[in-house]
Nanobody
Framework: QVQLVESGGGLVQAGGSLRLSCAAS????????SGWFRQAPGKEREFVGV????????YYADSVKGRFTISRDNAKNTVFLQMNNLKREDAAVYYC?????????????????????WGQGTQVTVSS
């Protein structure tokens, strides 16, 4: 089992920045990739981005490309989501997830069904 705990959410003005963290514990050695998703009220869970275990490969949703960056510190079992130039439409509950499953292309990690473990989420609110 892997436990994930997100932190760093909060209220920020449009155009501002936030950095979310996802701390993992448990059997993390089997992790192949870590992803971030978000869910706004009344909407389906949406893929944000994913990073491989090595950190060499990242893949982002078009809606956040160029504004969000995922990184990781494996020594601390932590994955980060740096969010810059936030827009009102970025407001959502943000979830991190990890997977032990390998896929042929990073694009397949856009599917939440590819992930084994999920955190409880952290709220991001963007004001105008």
């Amino acid at each position: 089992q892997v436990q994930l705990v997100e932190s760093g959410g909060g209220l920020v003005q449009a155009g501002g920045s936030l950095r979310l963290s996802c701390a993992a514990s448990g059997r993390t050695f089997s992790t192949v990739a870590s992803g971030w998703f978000r869910q706004a009220p009344g909407k389906e869970r949406e893929f944000v981005g994913v990073i491989s275990w090595s950190g060499e490969t990242t893949y982002y949703a078009d809606s956040v490309k160029g504004r969000f960056t995922i990184s990781r510190d494996n020594a601390k079992n932590t994955v980060f989501l740096q969010m810059n130039n936030l827009k009102r439409e970025d407001a959502a509950v943000y979830y991190c997830a990890t997977t032990t499953r390998s896929v042929p292309t990073p694009r397949e990690y856009m599917n939440p069904d590819k992930y084994n473990y999920w955190g409880q989420g952290t709220q991001v609110t963007v004001s105008s």
